[in-house]
């Protein structure tokens, strides 16, 4: 049976549509903030609920996602002006403000609920404090100051503490772990993401790198977070968390994002803040799984 043409272009037109929300969610980053909030419940879970897994992984996704939507909407006149983000949905009109902003506080709101009430207040509060301080605070401030990578890095942060604390209702020393060492691990991660995308982010106005330049000076600064990094990969250990495995791991993680940290302070060259960009996506992931295995 062949569908009419008005059908054929309803069906294109919700196609069209979701694809739009998928770029304005940015899908693939919502997925892996997700997924790393996953990896923090295992560590923290002592009996398992699969209830909870579902509650944590809608509600972390609704909550990332309107993070991500508040955040297009704010930058949309400068979105228009990068490369990289010229073809976003809404500098190209694809979806309307009134419209985005009403999904990003719907998102919000079951967010919040849903992990208030379906895991516990705590991961209700961080997730509201998470989407509060990546819209309302990091976003307006990286276009002022440079300090707004080290303020983005709180929420940034969130992910794997929110799945620790879901499981276990409470904030401990082993939640403040995980968070500190995400939290460090977003410094070379996101100035080597800066350093590729320089001129792009300076065209719009975002001050990213350390002392907003690709110089010498930011690249040793780059190098200094990489070796900050290196040198957490011990606590997770000291506190008891995890075994010597887990810290083996770590170092070797964080060792191989020296490495290019270095060439880039000699070189100044694109390709090593590519090498410490992919990198960091690796440790990102393998850091939990580590901790998770060795704590199974």
């Known amino acids: 049976m062949s569908i009419s043409k008005a059908e054929h272009i309803a069906v294109v037109g919700l196609a069209e549509k979701l694809k739009s929300y998928a770029a304005l969610f940015k899908l693939k980053i919502t ?59 809404l500098p190209q009109n694809k979806l309307s403000v009134t419209e985005t902003l009403i999904t990003s506080f ?3 709101i079951a967010g919040v609920l849903i992990l208030g009430l379906g895991l516990n207040p705590l991961s209700g509060v961080l997730g509201l404090l998470a989407v509060f301080m990546y819209a309302a605070v990091y976003t307006p401030l990286k276009r002022i100051s440079t300090f707004g990578v080290f303020v983005g890095a709180f929420p940034g942060a969130f992910p794997p503490m929110l799945g620790y604390v879901a499981a276990t209702g409470s904030f401990g ?10 939290f460090v691990w977003q410094f070379p991660h996101f100035w080597a993401i800066a350093w590729r995308l320089f001129n792009d982010y300076h065209q719009a106005g ?73 990198l960091s996506y690796l440790y990102l992931i393998f850091s939990l799984f580590f901790i998770l295995i060795d704590k199974i």
């Open 173 to 182: 020393l082993e939640a403040g772990i995980l968070f500190f060492i995400q």
């Open 106 to 108: 719907v998102l919000t």
């Open 206 to 278: 975002f001050k990213m790198l350390p002392y907003n330049a690709k110089n010498k000076t930011s690249a040793i600064i780059i190098l200094l977070s990489s070796i900050a990094l290196f040198a957490t990969s011990f606590l997770p250990e000291y506190v008891g968390l995890t075994g010597r495995t887990a810290t083996i791991g770590l170092f070797v993680l964080s060792f191989l994002m020296v490495i290019p940290s270095i060439r880039l302070v000699k070189t100044l060259n694109d390709k090593y803040a590519l090498h410490i960009m992919l």
């Open 31 to 89: 997925l892996f903030v997700v997924i790393s909030a996953v990896f923090g419940y295992f560590i923290g879970i002592e009996h398992f609920s699969l209830v909870a897994l579902i509650w944590l992984t809608i509600g972390g996704f609704f909550i990332t996602a309107a993070s991500n939507a508040f955040n297009q909407i704010i930058e949309r006149n400068h979105d228009g002006l990068m490369e990289r983000t010229k073809n976003r949905p």
